[in-house]
């Protein structure tokens, strides 16, 4: 059950694009289309914005999007916004019958 | 609205026990899985334990395996999580989580309960 490896950091500037990857193995990511990731701003708790690899809940912004290729997930978040300057944590279902979060990479928004 | 609010938190000693219950309202609890994820102080969320919506299957990360034991009473809509032989690495903020269903993800979330294991 090791924590599936993600980018400490990632920044753009508002109106980019990013992606945040999420490394897993043929246990968890490379084996399931159950990926998930969770966008958690200081102090407050983690909200799902992507799951199933790439479907977003209603009323997420449909400018966060999710892949899978082999054993790593992205998430893409399109024409940044300040208000999407976070920790994002990405999470995978596992051989293990439990689940497995990312370590979490922080957004700046320059 | 969805709420779920967790208590039995506190200060407990290395060695020592505590029992976290989880008030579930909003939804049918008993349709769901529930899960229970925690986060250290300035770190990253951790995966913690599952049980099913009729309590028949549970499983545990392999930190707890051994220590933690989930449960849930259908009847009260309430979660638990007795945590045993309790170590400084368990201090951390933990969060009960309902499962989006059959989705395999956590759609709603508590405040958390915090849990310090120190001497």
């Known amino acids: 059950q090791s924590a599936l490896t993600q980018p400490a950091s990632v920044s753009g500037s508002p109106g980019q694009s990013i992606t945040i990857s999420c490394t897993g193995t043929?246990?968890?990511?490379?084996?399931?289309?159950?990926v998930s990731w969770y966008q958690q701003h200081p102090g407050k708790v983690p909200k799902l914005m992507v799951y199933?690899?790439?479907k977003r809940p209603s009323g997420v912004s449909n400018r966060f999007s999710g892949s899978k290729s082999g054993n790593t997930a992205s998430l893409t978040i399109s024409g940044l916004q300040a208000e999407d300057e976070a920790d994002y944590y990405c999470?995978?279902?596992?051989?293990?019958?439990?689940?497995?979060f990312g370590g979490g990479t922080k957004l700046t928004v320059l | 609205e969805v709420q779920l609010v967790e208590s039995g938190g506190g200060l407990v000693q290395p060695g020592g026990s505590l029992r976290l219950s989880c008030s579930a309202s909003?939804?049918?609890?008993?349709?769901?899985?529930m899960h229970w994820v925690r986060q250290a102080p300035g770190k990253g969320l951790e995966y913690v334990s599952f049980?099913?919506?009729?309590?028949?299957?549970?499983g545990y990360a392999d930190s707890v395996k051994g220590r933690f034991t989930i449960s849930r009473d259908n009847s009260k809509n309430t979660l638990f999580l007795q945590m045993s032989s309790l170590r400084a690495e368990d201090t951390a903020l933990y969060y009960c989580?309902?499962?989006?269903?059959?989705?395999?993800?956590?759609?709603?979330w508590g405040q958390g309960t915090l849990v310090t294991v120190s001497s």
């Open positions: 989580v309902k499962d989006l269903r059959d989705k395999y993800s956590f759609d709603y």
């Open positions: 909003g939804f049918t609890f008993s349709d769901h899985s």
């Open positions: 049980i099913s919506n009729n309590g028949d299957r549970t």
């Open positions: 043929s246990s968890d990511v490379g084996s399931y289309n159950l």
């Open positions: 199933e690899g790439s």
């Open positions: 999470c995978s279902y596992a051989d293990s019958g439990t689940w497995v």
